[in-house]
């Protein structure tokens, strides 16, 4: 196969992933995607970082026997955890959700006061934190954890009183801290971003991780002359470890679009090298 051609390959612990898998057939509509859910043994964020790379480590070997040309952590955890080890293990890049994520807070920021949303896993993890100063060492990063938002987003109560009620007891200590950009660490939150928008406010510029990782994807594919030569139409598969409730519609309101090609796999065939 021309090496062009091949796909880009993501992988979530879920259902998750499909926020950033849509912004990538949004801004790279030609390509070809590959995407594996490990929803067998979501979620990540409470498991050990030598757990999530293994994982990881079973998701990359499954994705390379896929042929792809480049994959994409669209998860928050293993990109926190596991995106080093990754990277030293895979044939093709690696890009995660962490860093395109907190450059993308960055620059939008005009007061260097940053405020970051994710799971327990991914805000004791610090690796936003450590990404943002990274990229401005002067920058103040505020953190809260806000774990009831992933069961809202995957239930789509998107406006739902509920929803408001929990986002405006999460965003309270940050929006005292003055934040003017917020990074929605889970790749669940931006279904739910005109709530969030609603409780954070017009001065506060929400982040999509998953959208900033698809621009970096774009830029990467160029200067490495991979981006999609032939004119035909993008195909994409998906493949899960488990089929849970519900996972085609809730995947399909997290894509935007239907889902189809969805395959179960068998947490045997990943530990085949």
């Known amino acids: 196969m021309i090496e062009q051609?091949?796909?880009?390959?993501?992988?979530?612990?879920?259902v998750g992933g499909l926020t950033v898998a849509h912004h990538v057939m949004q801004i790279l509509p030609l390509e070809n995607t590959i995407y594996f859910g490990d929803s067998a043994r979501v979620?990540?964020?409470?498991?050990s970082t030598e757990t999530v790379q293994f994982y990881t480590k079973q998701?990359?070997?499954?994705?390379?026997?896929?042929?792809?040309?480049?994959?994409?952590?669209?998860?928050?955890?293993?990109?926190?955890?596991?995106?080093?080890?990754?990277?030293?293990i895979a044939s093709v890049p690696v890009i995660g959700v962490i860093e395109p994520g907190a450059r993308g807070a960055v620059e939008a920021s005009t007061s260097g006061r940053i405020g970051v949303i994710g799971t327990q896993g991914t805000v004791r993890s610090e690796a936003y934190q450590n990404a943002i100063t990274a990229f401005n060492p002067s920058a103040?990063?505020?953190?809260?954890?806000?774990?009831?938002l992933v069961g809202f987003a995957e239930e789509g109560l998107i406006d739902h009183p509920a929803t408001e009620l929990i986002a405006r007891e999460y965003l309270e200590e940050l929006l005292d801290h003055s934040i003017d950009s917020l990074i929605m660490g889970c790749t669940h939150y931006p279904i739910l971003k005109p709530t969030l928008a609603k409780v954070a406010g017009t001065s506060v510029q929400l982040i999509d991780?998953?959208?900033?990782?698809?621009?970096?994807?774009?830029?990467i594919l160029a200067e490495k002359d991979l981006l999609k030569s032939a004119p035909s139409p993008a195909s994409h598969e998906y493949y899960l470890s488990d089929f849970p409730h519900k996972f085609i519609e809730i995947g399909s309101r997290f894509l935007g679009s239907k889902m189809h090609r969805v395959e179960k796999i068998s947490l045997e065939s990943l530990s085949c090298e």
């Open 43 to 47: 979620p990540y964020g409470s498991k």
């Open 209 to 219: 991780p998953g959208l900033e990782t698809a621009k970096h994807v774009q830029q």
């Open 59 to 88: 998701a990359i070997n499954f994705l390379e026997r896929k042929a792809v040309k480049l994959i994409i952590i669209a998860c928050n955890t293993a990109s926190a955890v596991a995106l080093e080890y990754a990277s030293s």
């Open 5 to 14: 051609n091949k796909p880009i390959g993501l992988f979530d612990s879920g």
């Open 140 to 148: 103040k990063v505020f953190a809260h954890p806000c774990p009831l």
